[in-house]
């Protein structure tokens, strides 16, 4: 299809282990973001990428979280020492351009359970 | 921070009858709105969105309603079917706050037949 792609969809790995998952925008899409969803609650926002560049990375919780998109498309964001608060569904949006209001279209998400 | 919030965490209604889902957001610096949907393992879809220069905005069975005034934003669903069965969440953007999104804690809709 030609919507966001999100891989893998579920994640196990126990505490301490590094993880990464990958987020596949919509094909010419300029924006590209990261959003973490507790159960139960809307998602919030990571990182925020144009392109190669990440313009803002005010929502990543700790170091431990590093989030890249080196070619300006498909994006991996990376968890390391993973902990049992890591465990929610990372969710990945794109949306054509940089600046502009427009809307964020979602992914399916991954679901990381630490163990 | 801003926080965008909602009043009801569930709301039921039968077949074919309107549902009516409210937001309240905390900034009046938010410029545009979005509502989303999410199905039980599925990401958010974009349903509608509003700019704040407007107070109203139709689509397709759904309207959105935006008052700046008591900083209230609500969901209209016309004929309310099975498949509208889903969480809804509404989003902001704030003025200068970058392109993220802020969201809600979500409204759970449940359709009964």
């Known amino acids: 299809g030609a919507g966001v792609s999100q891989s893998p969809r579920y994640k196990v790995a126990k505490r301490g282990q590094d993880v990464a998952l990958r987020c596949d925008p919509i094909?010419?899409?300029?924006?590209l973001f990261w959003y973490q969803q507790a159960l139960g609650q809307g998602p919030e926002f990571l990182t925020y990428?144009?392109?190669?560049?990440?313009?803002?990375k005010s929502g990543l919780p700790s170091d431990r979280f590093f989030a890249e998109r080196p070619e300006g498309s498909v994006s991996t964001l990376k968890i390391q020492r993973t902990q049992q608060e890591d465990s929610a569904v990372y969710l990945c949006?794109?949306?054509?351009?940089?600046?502009?209001?427009?809307?964020?279209?979602f992914g399916d998400g991954t679901r990381l359970s630490i163990l | 921070g801003e926080s965008v919030g909602l009043h009801l965490p569930t709301l039921s209604v039968q077949e074919g009858d309107n549902s009516i889902i409210n937001c309240a957001y905390s900034?009046?610096?938010?410029?545009?709105f979005i509502w989303y949907k999410q199905e039980s393992g599925k990401g958010p879809q974009f349903i509608i969105d509003?700019?704040?220069?407007?107070d109203k905005r139709q689509g397709q069975r759904v309207t959105v309603l935006l008052n700046k005034t008591v900083k209230h934003l609500s969901l209209q669903i016309a004929a309310t079917q099975p498949g509208d069965s889903a969480v809804y969440f509404c989003?902001?953007?704030?003025?200068?706050?970058?392109?993220?999104?802020?969201f809600g804690t979500g409204t759970q809709l449940k359709v009964e037949l």
């Open positions: 949006a794109s949306s054509p351009q940089g600046a502009q209001r427009q809307p964020q279209h």
């Open positions: 094909s010419g899409h300029v924006s």
């Open positions: 990428f144009q392109n190669e560049a990440q313009l803002d």
């Open positions: 900034n009046s610096a938010s410029d545009y």
């Open positions: 509003i700019r704040s220069n407007m």
């Open positions: 989003a902001d953007f704030l003025t200068g706050g970058g392109n993220k999104l802020t």
